[in-house]
């Protein structure tokens, strides 16, 4: 470290007096008076050039904690730091606005109290095990967590444990809403039991595009999955029926949001059927239509 600070003084000496090369006083000729000045005049380009350096230096290191700050505070993770006690000593933003608290509130307060009842013995245990272990392993597991006055919600929860250089353990907590993971896993168990129903089913894009069929559909309809998805649905657009019959149907679906009845269609080998249809707009958060859903049953043969 010394070396350093010596070579970095050299290097400021250098350049201040290749700055003031040209009102250097003559070496053999110099008066004392003259030697002290320039002297003088070089420590001076010295320290303002030191100067800009921490300037700069201040400059950058000011952009990187606003970087930090931003990567810390508006991270899509709540990041909780939990002391010895179980209070909470440091938490960033997103954390606060997870818990639906004031962040100066929740300073100092019990993490515990944020554990839904189900879940406040486990989180006990886990925290008494992790603080008191030697591990430097992070665990991960997930909690019950609620917000001032709302609903509880699944957190995923990775914790690591963190000696400060005082000796005194804390606990370093990142948090994830897994309410939005939760229900697509309970949407994709249903669909899969839904898609193993005895009664026909279809899921295409907002434009119609065939995305999936069951296998009911296909012994119903006698198309298989592999020669319909990415195409239209021949149901909706069967000339069994007129165009009236068509401008209602989709009326009631822009309308309600869907359309039952039954509806005349033509099997691949040829003969027509009597169908009994749900037709169902599935729309996303923003409202939007991102699917339709197409259930088929009571097929009869007309001829």
Same mark, same amino acid.
């Given at each position: ?33 003259? &030697?002290?000045? !320039?002297?003088l005049l070089v420590h001076k380009v010295e320290l303002e050039v030191q100067n800009e350096e921490l300037q700069r230096a201040n400059i950058l290191l000011e952009e990187a904690r606003d970087r930090y700050m931003d990567l810390y505070e508006f991270s899509p993770l709540g990041y909780i730091t939990i002391d010895r006690?179980? @209070? ?11 818990? +639906? ?11 515990? /109290? !944020? ?23 992070? !665990? ?17 929860? +990775? ?5 400060? /250089? ?6 370093? @907590? ?33 434009? @119609?595009?065939?995305? $999936? ?13 592999? +020669?319909?998805?990415?195409? /239209? ?5 069967? /000339? ?12 009631? &679906? ?21 169908? $009994? ?9 923003? +409202?939007?239509?991102?699917?339709? @859903? ?10």
């Amino acid at each position: 470290m010394n070396s350093d600070r010596i070579e970095m003084r050299q290097v400021l000496r250098t350049d201040a007096e290749k700055m003031l090369s040209s009102i250097s006083p003559s070496e053999a000729t110099a008066l004392p008076a003259e &030697v002290l000045l !320039h002297e003088l005049l070089v420590h001076k380009v010295e320290l303002e050039v030191q100067n800009e350096e921490l300037q700069r230096a201040n400059i950058l290191l000011e952009e990187a904690r606003d970087r930090y700050m931003d990567l810390y505070e508006f991270s899509p993770l709540g990041y909780i730091t939990i002391d010895r006690k179980g @209070l909470i000593s440091e938490i960033n933003l997103t954390a606060a606005a997870m818990l +639906d608290v004031e962040r100066t509130k929740l300073l100092n307060r019990r993490f515990a /109290k !944020h554990v839904a009842a189900a879940d406040k013995d486990r989180w006990h245990r886990l925290f008494m095990n992790i603080m008191e272990s030697t591990d430097t392993d992070k !665990h991960e597991f997930d909690l019950e967590i609620t917000r001032d006055g709302a609903a509880a919600f699944p957190a995923r929860i +990775d914790c690591l444990r963190v000696v400060l /250089k005082s000796g005194s353990p804390i606990l370093r @907590l990142s948090l994830l809403d897994i309410s939005k993971i939760r229900q697509d896993e309970s949407q994709t168990r249903l669909a899969a039991i839904a898609f193993g129903a005895p009664y026909g089913m279809m899921i295409t894009d907002a434009n @119609l595009n065939i995305l $999936r069929v069951n296998p009911a559909y296909s012994a119903i309809t006698g198309d298989a999955e592999t +020669d319909v998805i990415g195409k /239209k649905p021949r149901l909706l657009k069967s /000339k069994l029926q007129n165009a009236d019959f068509y401008a209602a149907m989709w009326e009631s &679906v822009h309308l309600t949001g869907g359309w039952k009845g039954e509806i005349l269609s033509r099997h691949k080998k040829g003969k027509t059927n009597l169908a $009994r249809i749900t037709l169902t707009a599935v729309k996303g958060t923003d +409202d939007a239509i991102t699917n339709y @859903l197409i259930t088929l049953s009571s097929l009869n043969a007309n001829n």
